[in-house]
């Protein structure tokens, strides 16, 4: 199980939701955009979410920890379809924008289904993101992809 407390922001696919059996308590399966897929108990702002309709599969969240007078909280931006997440180009190019800004690199490429899609788009728009900022900039060069799926 994944625990919140330990995470800032976490975003990717809702794949599922169910319950433990022995527990009896809720809880909603997430295809990360770090490539893992987290299984994370309901808390009570998913459970209100998903009373008025949200949360629904297949699609692209954003869990973010927030601290409201010393008191953690949980902000859920439900950003749409996941197959639609992959065309929003202002959600690429932010994203992209970021990565530049922090100097870091995306998680590496070869995955395959929605969440080599994801990647594949969001190298897109970080590479024409560079090249508007330094058209001479080589470090977005195509890198080799190597298949991780495993035929999935």
């Not at 058209?135 to 977005?140: H, K, N, S």
Request: glycine fraction near 10%.
């Amino acid at each position: 199980m994944f625990d919140l407390r330990h995470c800032t922001t976490l975003e990717g696919r809702v794949l599922a939701h169910g319950e433990d059996e022995g527990s009896g308590r809720s809880f909603m399966m997430l295809e990360g955009t770090d490539a893992k897929v987290h299984c994370i108990y309901h808390t009570p702002q998913m459970a209100e979410a998903r009373a008025c309709g949200g949360l629904r599969v297949d699609r692209f969240v954003r869990l973010r920890k927030l601290f409201e007078n010393g008191r953690a909280l949980l902000e859920i931006n439900e950003l749409g379809h996941s197959e639609k997440i992959l065309s929003d180009r202002r959600h690429q190019e932010e994203l992209a924008a970021q990565v530049l800004k922090r100097g870091t690199s995306l998680a590496e490429c070869g995955w395959g289904g929605w969440l080599g899609r994801y990647q594949a788009a969001l190298h897109k728009a970080a590479a024409e993101r560079a090249r508007q900022i330094d058209p001479l900039e080589q470090t977005m060069k195509p890198q080799p992809v190597r298949d991780r799926s495993l035929g999935r």
